[in-house]
């Protein structure tokens, strides 16, 4: 049986950029209450914040569904975070990484955040519950 | 997130970056920073004091060296910490634009 998951905490964001900062400092609480090691903080922050930025920029959603919500829990020394939108069905697993770039002429912009999200996570995963994408990332500690 | 410029010997320009760059740090300086990398023929950006960096913040280095590059320009990256250089090599950044830990080395890279 697994240990039992230790309170978990949610955070209610809005479809906007600007929430991302809220988002950064709460994360910041939730890991002082925790005790996190330094290095998960800064994995979580990154993989939340490049989750988030997607759905922001990239989902299409019906009116009235302006809601992201963002839970965090800790079994023993993994934590788990769960986001959820009402947004199209959307499995960022399904990407395919960017293409290295061989020259700076050559690179183009943008494109990494699922990449850094699939290799700062230690495990991910993407369900679709009724209307909503739901995305599963767990760390462990590196 | 703050940005400062100093002059150095040999017509080279230290950018020093201070901060979160993140998605609200990156939109916070990337219209100057862009100016400075394309308007300047050798660019030393001094990441020591940057905490935190996501794609965003790669996105505006990035456009940074191209626009340096297209103008015959060059940039390198100076002192990142573990990190902040784990991310800029999980990304391939390393590849394109050099990563240094030395001021004389990063100096050495981009004299004209």
Known sequence: MKPALAEMQHLVLRRDLAEIARMAAWIDEQARILELPEGMVFRLQLCLEEAISNIVRHGIVPEGSEEIRLSLGRRQTRVTAWIEDEGQEFDPLQVSPPEPATSIADAKPGGLGIHLMRQFATRIEYQRLGSRNRLVMEFAPS | ?112
Do not use: C, Q, W, Y
């Not at chain 2, 760059?21 to 394309?38: C, E, M, P, Q, W």
């Not at chain 2, 996105?59 to 902040?84: E, F, I, Q, W």
């Open chain 2, 1 to 112: 997130m703050e940005l400062a410029t100093e002059e150095i010997e040999g017509g080279i320009t230290r950018i020093v970056l201070d901060g979160r760059l993140d998605i609200a740090g990156a939109g916070a300086i990337d219209l100057r920073f862009n100016t400075l990398a394309g308007s300047r023929r050798a660019v030393v950006v001094d990441l020591s004091r940057v905490s935190f960096l996501a794609s965003m913040g790669i996105r505006l280095l990035l456009t940074g060296a191209k626009a340096a590059n297209s103008k015959g320009g060059k940039m390198v990256l100076l002192g990142p910490d573990p990190a902040v250089e784990k991310v800029l090599k999980t990304a391939g950044i390393d590849t394109l634009i050099s990563i240094h830990h030395d001021a004389a080395g990063a100096i050495a890279a981009v004299k004209p």
